[in-house]
């Protein structure tokens, strides 16, 4: 069944990093303190948690079971474990949701580069009296927010134009401990600002009265969208670890990283928040607006804002890379495209709809459907629809429909895993991920 010619992860550094690199992203530094902070704080940070460890961990070792057991991307994944066709196309709704998420996270990619190179020139200005809110409309609306995502989606295709182990595993092992030593830095000055207790206590405080079923959702959504779950991503990188990558392990270390790094986020952002009187509840403007001000505050605060938007930039990249590579093994392995034509479609792709997603600030703001402006349209339906399906259906296919003796030599690998372990993410799988999600995801939509 495997195919032993395929492009391998060289380092178990390299599992780590690669996998930690696709988690760690826009979403634990800049989608999850909005999200918290309009959620109830500390009641929105706990369900996080409990879902990570409850839903996110088993759901990652499904994930990682059919790649490395079958050393496909997702659509070949199904197809090989199953002889019947109608499984392979939940591979389809993880490249349907690699692509919409893709394009609109390219939009607010693109922001951290215009907002690094603005950093960067406020050397040269006194930037004392402006009006961020203005600066974020101007930018948002105009051209040079598309110009920005598409010079961000050449990067990114760049580096996966290089390949497996010269492309995706050297770029993130070289950025990730980059981007570890920035964000320790910038808790360290957090924590010394005037008034940072104040910050760390609407972080860690939980308010109840906030949290209703759609803020389960919301919480749901969030943690899969951080884990980079139920699209195939953690499937196709496993599909490049090697036999001997232990996969409960490199679960576990995933998910516990990438909540780290968001609650580091959460350190970073509200103590900053409180202590210059902003507003924490300010939604996605949060980074782009409240924090610019606050960085030109403090003393060092351009170096400050440029290092922020430069370890955004970095944290960016490394989760692109990971969902452009759900397509590239679709087209190269299914299609028999060459990697430099897979690369480029994926990236036309992107660029096409990342651009109709960045003009939806600006001229494309009146065109709703449902309501939605485009960019929220890809946001809510991939993360709050796409990815819990994929994630249920991935967890249900495992649990249930593959053949258990594939489940167990996938999970136990070369190493000894203690037996509780083993039957608690097979019980996991079979009962409450499916359920958890299916609950949460049917109540959040208002059907049940
Ligand atoms: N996990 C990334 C983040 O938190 O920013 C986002 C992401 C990456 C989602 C890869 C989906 C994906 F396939």
């Given at each position: 069944m495997e195919n032993k010619n395929r492009a391998q992860f060289a380092t178990r550094l390299g599992v780590i990093a690669t996998t930690v690199g696709s988690a760690v992203g826009l979403g634990n530094i800049w989608r999850f303190p909005y999200e918290a902070g309009a959620h109830g704080g500390g009641a929105f940070l706990l369900i996080y948690i409990l879902f990570i460890l409850m839903l996110g961990i088993p759901v990652i070792c499904a994930e990682f079971i059919m790649g490395r057991g079958t050393r496909s991307n997702i659509f070949g994944a199904y197809r090989k474990l199953h002889s019947r066709p109608q499984w392979a196309w939940v591979g389809y709704i993880g490249i349907l949701a690699s692509l919409m998420i893709l394009s609109f996270y390219s939009v607010v990619a693109g922001w951290t580069l215009e907002y690094f190179f603005q950093s960067i020139g406020a050397c040269f200005s006194d930037t004392s009296s402006v009006d961020r809110h203005q600066v974020f409309d101007t930018f948002a609306t105009g051209w040079r927010s598309p110009m920005w995502s598409i010079i961000f989606l050449i990067v990114n295709g760049c580096i996966l134009l290089r390949g497996v182990q010269k492309g995706i595993e050297k770029v993130s092992n070289i950025l990730m401990p980059v981007l570890f030593v920035i964000l320790i830095l910038f808790c360290i000055n957090s924590l010394t600002l005037p008034g940072a207790a104040q910050g760390l206590e609407f972080l860690f405080?939980?308010?109840?009265?906030?949290?209703?079923s759609s803020v389960l959702l919301g919480a749901l959504g969030q943690a899969f969208f951080s884990l980079s779950l139920g699209l195939g991503t953690m499937l196709t990188y496993a599909s490049y670890?090697?036999?001997?990558?232990p996969l409960v392990k490199s679960a576990t270390t995933t998910a516990l990283l990438d909540t780290l790094v968001a609650i580091l986020a959460g350190i970073i952002i509200f103590p900053a928040v409180f202590s210059f009187n902003a507003e924490p509840t300010a939604g996605p403007k949060l980074v782009f607006e409240v924090l610019p001000s606050i960085f030109y505050q403090m003393p060092f605060g351009i170096g400050w804002s440029t290092l922020f938007f430069f370890l955004l930039f970095l944290a960016s990249l490394t989760s692109t890379i990971s969902m452009s590579e759900i397509a590239i093994a679709f087209f190269t392995e299914q299609l028999g495209m060459t990697r430099r034509a897979a690369t480029l479609l994926n990236t036309g792709i992107a660029i096409l709809f990342g651009t109709l997603c960045a003009l939806s600030f600006g001229?494309?703001?009146?065109?709703?459907i449902c309501g939605l402006t485009i960019f929220n349209l890809f946001d809510y339906v991939s993360s709050n629809i796409l990815l819990p399906l994929g994630g249920m259906l991935i967890s249900i296919f495992v649990g249930w429909v593959i053949d258990k003796k594939i489940v167990k030599a996938q999970l136990q690998g070369a190493g000894a895993l203690l037996p509780w372990v083993l039957n608690l993410i097979v019980f996991s799988l079979r009962y409450i991920a499916p359920i958890g999600i299916a609950l949460v995801f049917f109540a959040g939509l208002g059907i049940i």
């Open positions: 405080l939980p308010d109840f009265s906030k949290v209703d670890f090697s036999d001997k990558t001229s494309l703001s009146d065109f709703t």
